[in-house]
């Protein structure tokens, strides 16, 4: 049986030319970038040449690059080092953000560090900009606004410059989680008003276990990881060449084809929105998927019946790979924290599915299909 894959917010298909950018630091390239000898250099050189690329894709200063582990190490780094170092004794966040930036704000609020407020969420699962805003103003203490770039269940993306300037104004720490952004959007970050942003690479093509901390150059913070004097003293710990290597390859590639894959990839979000509207009855879609939306993303509602309760069992055994939600939890049977937040279709099952250059329509097709069938 032929698997489809349409779970890409999840993770992504390595790009066969990211692999290829990679092997010889698999391989022969092997030294420690933190080696004298020539091994070493070679090693130091590659690391250095990855963060100009991928500084020069953000439009951002080579200085404010830092690799990590990935999106969850980035998110708790900045917003730790925005508390324990920037003074920030009052969080402003979300409901819906990721588990990275909810586990860890409601952390540091249970040990008693920081006030914690939430912003209110539409029924359309965006934010309500004037509530964030009454929150800051009227705040006692210095904030950290912490609010994601894009929702990776439901898709809705962020004005992060209207955001940003509010932040200004109020003299607010500004972190925006934009794992589901960067590498399928671009990126100025010389004219954003944001202190932190984040990237994961295994979201645009990547290898896993390579992300990116952004931290703008006006801002001085405590590393998170201490050790050794890896990544200009902020992060300790040997540098994960390959995947360093592989994030600056899969971004560049990203960034050169982005109108062509974009366009593409939003033609297969609309083809499968309008055959499911066609095709089954009482199918309805969360947050706001035709208006300021990720168009790697569809969050769908589907009736609920005892059929459809085990829809995502039962596409999997058709071979078919969907979230239902967000699937950073699929193990742990909660339900979506963020289709609660917006409670838009209390009675329906959400199912997310997330589109890259490698989906087809035929596939589409397909899965439309076997839905029909369970439903």
Not at 64 to 70: M, Q
Not at 197 to 203: L, P
Request: aromatic share 8%; net charge negative.
């Amino acid at each position: 049986m032929q698997r489809i894959y349409l779970d890409n917010a999840a993770t992504t298909v390595l790009d066969p030319a990211v692999l290829e950018s990679m092997m010889p630091y698999l391989t022969a390239k092997f030294g420690n970038p933190s080696s004298i000898y020539s091994y070493g250099r070679e090693s130091r050189m590659a690391v250095e040449s990855a963060r100009k690329t991928v500084a020069k894709t953000l439009n951002a200063h080579p200085s404010e690059i830092f690799f990590t582990s990935g999106g969850t190490e980035s998110s708790n780094t900045a917003i730790i080092a925005a508390v324990r170092d920037l003074g920030c004794k009052h969080i402003i966040s979300s409901p819906i953000e990721h588990h990275a930036t909810l586990h860890t704000i409601e952390h540091l609020h249970r040990s008693g560090e920081v006030m914690l407020s939430y912003v209110r969420v539409l029924p359309d699962g965006h934010l309500d900009l004037q509530d964030l805003e009454r929150l800051v103003a009227g705040s006692n203490s210095r904030c950290l606004v912490t609010l994601m770039h894009a929702n990776n269940e439901i898709g809705n993306i962020l004005n992060i410059e209207a955001v940003g300037l509010l932040c200004k104004t109020y003299n607010a720490v500004f972190h925006s989680d934009t794992v589901q952004t960067v590498g399928h959007y671009p990126f100025d970050l010389r004219s954003t008003h944001v202190h932190f942003i984040t990237g994961s690479a295994h979201k645009f093509h990547g290898p896993k276990g390579a992300g990116l901390l952004y931290i703008n150059e006006n801002v001085k913070i405590q590393p998170f990881i201490n050790g050794g004097s890896q990544e200009r003293n902020m992060r300790a710990g040997t540098e994960n060449l390959y995947g360093i290597v592989g994030f600056a390859s899969a971004l560049e590639i990203a960034s050169a084809n982005f109108e062509h894959d974009s366009n593409y990839i939003s033609g297969l979000k609309l083809y499968m929105a309008n055959q499911l509207k066609h095709t089954i009855p009482g199918i309805g879609f969360n947050g706001d998927p035709f208006g300021r939306s990720l168009y790697t993303v569809l969050n769908v509602c589907v009736p609920k019946t005892e059929k459809s309760e085990m829809i995502l069992f039962n596409l999997d055994i058709q071979g078919v790979c969907a979230s239902g939600g967000s699937a950073c939890s699929s193990g742990a049977d909660q339900g979506s924290h963020v289709i609660q937040a917006i409670d838009s279709h209390p009675d329906q099952m959400a199912v997310r599915f997330s589109f890259s250059k490698y989906n087809t329509k035929e596939e589409i097709d397909t899965v439309v299909e076997k839905l029909k069938g369970m439903i």
